[in-house]
């Protein structure tokens, strides 16, 4: 955020409340932030959406007639888009719908395929992590068709905050008339 403060660009941050609740409670507040974002410019806005966040994300295309007409792009960092073997242990309601090959997160595919057939995998950036110490294994932050960028050895929370993730991410929303290395700036 303190980036696109330099950068001057607009942004809206969400925190998923309840934390502990259900992902598909999410769509919502994501709905909301979209709306907020699209009037600060009057253009559709890129996500950028950290963990949980990408899976929050998706539901709400999921469950949103024309959401994929509203953004530019979703950038997601260390999302388990398939799931996690740590959930595992997770009783809590978000938890169990981030076991890997759930029946949440199956449902949430079928969902994806019925409302978008192609699937928005195009519109995807996914960065992932070979050493991701909460979304493993590694093949599980990316999706299908997406484009899936690696960031190796780097732990889950350090990689929305790697050098290469910030760079790149900055340089896909920042304004067209700053600098390269105002778009780049970390």
Request: net charge neutral; aromatic share 6%.
């Amino acid at each position: 955020m303190e980036q696109f403060r330099v950068l001057g660009v607009p942004y809206v941050s969400v925190n998923l409340e309840p934390i502990f609740g259900s992902i598909d409670e999410y769509a919502e507040l994501v709905d909301e932030a979209v709306k907020r974002a699209t009037a600060l410019t009057g253009q559709a806005p890129t996500l950028i959406c950290h963990s949980m966040g990408g899976l929050a994300a998706r539901t709400w295309l999921a469950a949103t007639p024309g959401a994929a007409s509203r953004v530019q792009k979703i950038i997601t960092i260390g999302t388990p888009h398939r799931g996690t073997w740590l959930a595992r242990f997770s009783h809590l309601a978000n938890g169990r719908q981030m076991r890997h090959d759930c029946d949440w997160q199956q449902s949430l595919v079928a969902r994806e395929l019925e409302l978008h057939p192609q699937r928005n995998a195009g519109m995807f950036v996914c960065w992932y992590s070979n050493t991701d110490n909460i979304v493993f294994p590694a093949s599980t932050a990316t999706l299908p068709g997406a484009d899936n960028r690696l960031v190796a050895g780097t732990a889950h929370v350090a990689l929305a905050f790697h050098p290469r993730v910030m760079a790149e991410s900055l340089a896909m929303v920042a304004p067209a008339d700053k600098s390269p290395s105002e778009r780049t700036a970390s």
